[in-house]
């Protein structure tokens, strides 16, 4: 690493930077520069309170560090949420890969920018644990653990859990499950027409599992070649940009975040929402305008816990893993309950268990 720097709060003078996240809890927020790759990488720290750090590493594109640097912290305290609601004795992290706006990682360049995350990763020694996330794969994860142990999710054959996705469309199957019963009285998905949108690891996997139980899907991506899993689903397709405006019984956000926007929540015909995609919220205000047009909103971060749940749960056999994965419908409950018995957003009452989960 060529450059590296801890960030206190006159860092986020920057306006684009605070414009988009506004304050900074994190223990550590580190920068730097690949020696290798001449990439940035960025690794943020949340909490360690509850153990080491664990979150994905995200590769993609951004306008400037600015707004990578808004995502990690995003996504790092998305995470301690999600690690403490899941019961696990694990901090929230996030490591980000920067590229340019159709910058491609492929070959050397790749190899080499996911040694410089584990030159990134050992310097916090072992602080932060990578795994996967958008944009890598448990191949890049045996590439970061050639530099350091703090690596989980690496292919099987190399001794690791591989691909946590199946695991994570789990989750937000029990998820979905315990909001149906909400909704419409029946955790049986026959039937309800469900537009999912973000066709990925996760997505596709619900996708499939939903077109057999007999739900009736819209699907949507920005990949048009995803159209012929929709064909052989039988599934409508739309594109990304009506996708909400969908008359569905549930919005299944399974891309990128920041979807649900003021506009698109205000011409949302749903009953729920109810997805795996991180920071689904484009706005804090989020839960409250869903609220009050009538929409449950499922929490991301405790929805989509399932991967956490599988790499994460050390000590635990798979069996035992798989029955904590499924049992995130019965955390869902606990905070539908909290919600409305005390007349506050789901948001609220999912943040009010994690600060209990972390003494606060």
């Known amino acids: ?16 930077v605070a414009g988009s996240f506004p304050f900074l809890d994190h223990e550590k927020v580190n920068i730097s520069t690949g020696a290798r790759s ?49 019961g696990l004795q694990l901090g929230g992290g996030k490591s980000v ?12 360049l790749r190899r080499n920018a996911f040694l410089d ?25 045996a590439v970061v653990s050639e530099l350091t142990e703090h690596a989980v999710g690496l292919p099987a054959d190399q001794g690791g859990l591989g691909d946590p996705g199946a695991y994570t469309a789990r989750g937000v199957y029990s998820a979905l499950r315990e909001t149906l019963r909400r909704t419409h009285g029946s955790t049986d998905p026959k039937g309800r027409k469900i537009t999912i949108v973000g066709l990925g690891h996760v997505g596709s996997a619900l996708a499939e599992r939903l077109a057999a139980e007999g739900a009736v899907l819209t699907l949507s991506d920005i990949n048009d070649a995803k159209q012929e899993l929709a064909r052989e689903l039988g599934a409508d397709w739309v594109a990304p940009a009506e996708a909400h405006r969908v008359p569905a019984d ?13 506009q698109v929540i205000d011409e949302l015909e749903v009953a729920a929402v109810v997805g ?9 205000t989020g839960a409250e305008q869903l609220a009050s047009r ?9 929805v989509n816990a399932g991967g956490v749940l599988y790499l994460g749960a050390e000590g635990d056999t798979i069996d035992e893993r798989i029955a904590r994965i499924d049992a995130i419908g019965d955390t869902l409950s606990r905070v539908f309950d909290e919600a409305e018995a005390r007349g506050i957003t789901t948001v609220v009452a999912a943040d009010n268990l994690v600060n209990e989960l972390l003494g606060k």
């Open 38 to 86: 001449g990439l940035t990488i960025i690794v943020a720290v949340h909490s360690t309170k509850l153990g080491p750090a664990l979150g994905g590493c995200r590769v993609w594109s951004y306008s400037g560090w600015g707004e990578a640097l808004a995502d990690a912290l995003r996504l790092s305290r998305g995470m301690t949420s999600k690690n403490a609601l899941a």
């Open 294 to 302: 009538g929409i449950l909103y499922a929490p991301d971060y405790l």
């Open 97 to 108: 890969i920067v590229l340019e706006p159709g910058q491609q990682l492929t070959g050397e």
């Open 276 to 284: 795996p995609a991180n920071n689904q919220l484009a706005q804090a």
């Open 250 to 262: 549930v919005f299944m956000p399974a891309g990128v975040g920041g979807m649900l926007s003021p």
């Open 117 to 141: 995350l584990g030159d990134a990763v050992e310097a916090l020694g072992g602080a932060y644990l990578t795994a996967e996330d958008v944009g890598t794969t448990a191949a890049d994860m």
């Open 1 to 16: 690493m060529t450059s590296a720097s801890t960030l206190a709060q006159p860092a986020l003078a920057d306006e684009n």
